[in-house]
């Protein structure tokens, strides 16, 4: 198995010279490596601990998010909104600054997502199979269509018990791509606008986005793969902060509670090798364009 994992021993979150030794890692991530920063710890304040429990969800969705300009907090239970919000808006500014430095390349191009707490355990999560994280997958969805923008994610465990957050990751894009791509049909004709028109999808579905949604349907409903592809299991103690792409790394969660999570979005020519991005190699691999 490849080596996927690069430690890196910065301690800050934003630019402080020597302290910040980190750097020349865009090739790394589009690569498909995982950032991952032991001493790079996300610092509670005042009485955040206290919402370290999962009783601060509303229990309607597995995330406590922000949303629109007003950062509006979904998913959390009304006492603790104000402080949440707080806690994930921190957690935004100090993401931004970490993704600001250590990818000049990116900067000025990275757009902030919603950012999440994941206060919920991933153990014993009754789900369908198509949202069940513990198995492989590649991030896509299936009603925001990426059109080739990538996904950077900023990953924090936060968990006070020691718990670590468990991944599984699995083989390289293109030999995973290169697997099941042969079998998935090419989208039905009219079926974008189709989707488009019923508001299944904010935007019409690119074919791109077709191709990334059934490899992350079809990955999650191979169990001999899942049993079988080659993989290696990676704990984040709590304390660490992660950063990867997860349209392209196969990941699944096993374990963990009590993480943070900021997602950017990226136009793929912005980035150091756009030939990298999985826009471009199921482009290479389907000899035709995507969008
Ligand atoms: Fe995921």
């Not at 690119?206 to 001999?224: F, G, N, W």
């Amino acid at each position: 198995m490849r080596d996927i994992l690069q430690i890196c021993e910065d301690g800050d979150w934003g630019d402080n010279g020597d302290r910040t030794p980190t750097h020349g890692v865009e090739s790394v991530i589009e690569h498909g490596g995982i950032l991952c920063f032991p001493n790079l710890r996300f610092e509670l304040i005042d009485d955040e601990r206290r919402l370290l429990d999962a009783g601060v969800a509303d229990g309607s969705a597995k995330n406590i998010s922000l949303r629109g300009p007003n950062d509006e907090v979904r998913g959390a239970a009304a006492v603790h909104a104000d402080a949440l919000r707080r806690m994930i808006q921190r957690y935004r500014v100090q993401a931004t600054s970490l993704a600001e430095r250590l990818f000049p390349h990116y900067r000025g191009r990275l757009k902030p997502g919603n950012p999440s707490y994941r206060p919920v355990g991933i153990e014993g999560r009754e789900t369908s199979w198509r949202k069940d994280d513990t198995r492989l997958h590649v991030d896509a969805f299936p009603s925001n269509p990426m059109h080739g923008r990538r996904l950077l994610r900023v990953f924090h465990n936060l968990n006070p018990h020691g718990q670590p957050r468990s991944w599984r990751v699995g083989e390289p894009f293109e030999d995973f791509a290169r697997r099941f791509l042969p079998a998935i049909p090419r989208p039905l004709p009219g079926s974008a606008a189709l989707l488009h028109a019923l508001h299944v999808t904010k935007s019409r579905r690119s074919p791109y986005d077709h191709y990334m949604l059934q490899l992350h349907d079809r990955v999650k409903a191979d169990a001999a793969y899942q049993r079988d592809a080659p993989q290696q299991a990676i704990d984040f103690v709590p304390g660490t902060t992660w950063v990867v792409y997860s349209d392209q790394v196969l990941h699944a969660a096993m374990g963990g509670q009590f993480m943070m999570e900021q997602t950017f979005y990226l136009e793929p020519a912005d980035l150091q090798t756009p030939a990298s991005a999985p826009l471009a190699v199921l482009q290479r691999l389907l000899g035709r364009p995507l969008l």
